[in-house]
């Protein structure tokens, strides 16, 4: 069977392993998928953070689902933007990804629970502002993105072409972020 992705669990263990009959996977909180063309990458998004990353030439990207801004390895450090991000980034350099090209969106970051949260319960801002932080370190910049707001979102990465849609729940039609 020709593998087209890979999602890892909290852990940083593959929990799946995605082939030709299974063009989509699935992402849940605090994993990590990997592929290439033709699959699609989606995920389901509230306060939690997703990163998307696609090289147009090998046409490999993948996606991080961070749960939360930064905590501890032991209880699963794929939860945490500052250990996701850098874990996807190293698992699509070895599918053939290059660093240099990578083109880089984020999404999520709601402000979901329905009165204003404030301080550490905020977490949807607190994601964004980790975010931010990470990618200015690194000299990055987004392509593009749909962060904040007060309603969680469905995306789909294409990595046929790195497209991602986006659908804020209770609206259609889906939304195109650019390439």
């Known amino acids: 069977m020709t593998e087209l992705g890979r999602i890892y669990d909290v852990r940083g263990r593959i929990r799946h392993r995605g082939g030709p009959g299974e063009p989509e996977l699935h992402v849940l909180p605090g994993e990590v998928a990997v592929a290439r063309a033709p699959a699609v990458v989606g995920t389901l998004l509230g306060s939690c953070v997703a990163v998307t990353v696609y090289d147009p030439v090998t046409r490999v990207g993948g996606l991080c689902h961070a749960m939360l801004p930064g905590g501890t390895a032991a209880d699963g450090p794929l939860r945490y933007l500052d250990r996701a991000l850098p874990f996807l980034l ?72 790195g497209l991602v849609f986006v659908r804020a729940f209770g609206r259609t039609p889906l939304r195109q972020e650019a390439p």
Not at 102 to 118: D, I, N, W, Y
Request: net charge neutral; aromatic share 6%; with cysteine.
């Open 90 to 161: 190293e698992a699509v350099a070895d599918r053939g990804g290059s660093p240099g090209r990578l083109v880089f969106k984020a999404f999520g970051g709601a402000a979901v629970l329905g009165e204003e949260p404030t301080g550490a319960w905020d977490v949807g801002r607190r994601n964004v502002e980790r975010l931010h932080e990470l990618l200015g370190a690194w000299g990055v910049s987004l392509a593009g993105c749909d962060l904040g707001g007060r309603t969680g979102r469905r995306l789909r990465l294409h990595l046929d072409d």
